[in-house]
């Protein structure tokens, strides 16, 4: 009770009400000290009187107007910060591992709108930083510490394409700025994840499942897609305390399932579902800037037909396969390899597929059934960064392993998605039928009963152990325990 009124009302660690994940705020310090440690391990900057620095998000506004959308705090700055307002900067000294903090100097009338102000004693307390000032003062002191050398941040995102924002500030030209050798190293630190990290995301994780549980025993024919967003949404607030969600739900059912982002603005999750479709869910939550990433593949009646079971089961056999073979030492491009065959071989066995699968791979055909990567890295970043780094595998050209995000070697404190699916795309279908190479290996006949049928995911989210890995998500998988789950709900 006297901390908090010490604190101003400010606490030192990220919750959200009484039954929400606790995070300390030791969490940033030690992703600080493992940043510290590597740029100076790994690098030959000179540590005395070099700082880096790192700017925060600002607040977006929407279009031309002074509304701006919910403010998700930058990842680079939230990993080594944990701030949660918009507007700030962060410097490290490299020599003595000091963090400062520079928050913006709001005008006196902005407590009119936002609360009482926060002083910088507030700001140091709150997020356990060395020193807080203005971000006005950076110049200053900066100067008054003898930094000579700044270390900013400029990278391009390798899922997305664009740059991150590089730290600037009045009086950043009196400083000598290197903006080359920060990236590598921070994004090689955001791969593997500390203890404190794992905890947080396994409880977005554990809230994320159980939202998609309930869903599926609330869905009935009948029920509209966009109600199973809703619901999502609603769940992982108010039992999680998840403000956000990591991207925007995908709630397919029917033939929209086989679109991959399907709940974009042209196709808002806005079907009814219908008796005998397959519902897609991939909703994942957001707490404290970390992600979860899950998909479940239900009937909507409850009940798998023998067609859905075919396809569920191919989808199934690649994801166990891959969660028995993955370990630290492999190459995700072998496990994308592996979940492939798996699964064309289940489809062959299934009557879809004719001939030898790896002549089927040879020829392109596991983009036709799964045009995407079998998952990708995960932490603050839905789709998070280090994929494709310096020291580390090329994307592939091959059909299949060019769409990963990534084709690094699995290693230990890593957090990925196993995501295989199987889908029936029209626009696939028809090339590849046309296609003298592809045709070959299809039993056309039995796809016509496809076509417009949708689509299969299977997403986990999982942590690379010394030995194997660890399933992060806790959801009934296979078809008897979706069965069960759903039914013993109608009870
Ligand atoms: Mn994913």
Redesign the pocket.
Known sequence: MAETTHLNGLQSHFVRGNHTLKVPMTLFQNNRERLIARVKANTKVQPTGTFIVLKGGIEVPFNDTDICWPFRQESFFQWCFGVEEPGCSGALDLATGASILFVPRLPAEYAIWEGKLHTLEDFKKRYQVNETYYTDETADILKSKQANLLLTLNGQNSDSGLWSKEAVFDGIDEFKVDNKTLYPEICECRVVKSPEEIQVLEYVIKVSSDAHKTLMRMVKPGFAEFQAEAAFMHYVYSIGGCRHVSYTCICGSGHNASILHYGHAGAPNNKVINDGDMCLF?MGANYCGYAA?I?CSFPANGKFTDDQKMIYNAVLAARDAVMNAAKPNVAWTDMHLLANKTMLASLKDGGLLIGDVDEMIEAGLNEVFQPHGL??L?GLD??DVGGYLPGHPERSSAPGLRKLRTSRILQAGMVL?I?PGCYFIDCLLDTALKSTNQSRFIVAEKLKRFRGWGGIRI?DDVLVTETGVRNLTDVPRTVEEIEKWIAAGKE
């Open positions: 991939d990433d998909t998952g990708h995960m839905v789709h998605t995501e997403e």
